[in-house]
């Protein structure tokens, strides 16, 4: 059977477990709500608007919990591979860079403070071949 994925705020899921984690969510969350309110409503020691807002944090308390158990019950699918030695792939991103903000400078330029953190990460090397390259193109026009 195929899995459909849907995507929801800029993340893969899959659609069944979606619909069960808000199935879970209303389960929970709803009845914690009106327990709580009931209960407060109750209470003649609790001003009746606090106890409203004390019912609503019930809820919400309600929510997070319904978000740790479906994180239980629906794990992630995925398997994330890191992939940092691929030939171009920093190029090809840095390339993407300046067709949208521009060019990224020369990298001696850099504040030595930060110079120096380019170079422990490894990306000095790379930042200074896309200005040797950024350079050429702008001279061949």
């Not at 629906?74 to 994330?80: A, E, T």
Request: hydrophobic letters at 45%; proline letters at 6%; aromatic letters at 6%.
């Amino acid at each position: 059977m195929k899995r459909t994925y849907l995507e929801v705020w800029g993340d893969t899921v899959d659609g069944r477990h979606l619909l069960g984690a808000i199935l879970i969510g209303v389960g929970l969350g709803t009845p914690a709500y009106l327990v709580a309110a009931w209960l407060f409503g109750q209470a003649e020691t609790i001003d009746p608007a606090l106890s409203k807002s004390y019912a609503l944090l019930v809820g919400l308390g309600a929510c997070v919990l319904t978000g740790v158990i479906s994180a239980r019950i629906f794990p992630p699918k995925r398997v994330l591979v890191e992939a940092a030695d691929e030939p171009g792939s920093r190029e090809v991103a840095m390339d993407s860079i300046e067709e949208e903000f521009g060019p990224l400078g020369d990298p001696d330029e850099l504040p030595p403070a930060v110079l120096r953190e380019v170079k422990e990460l490894g990306l000095y090397e790379d930042l200074a071949r896309q200005h040797a390259k950024h350079a050429a193109k702008e001279a061949n026009r």
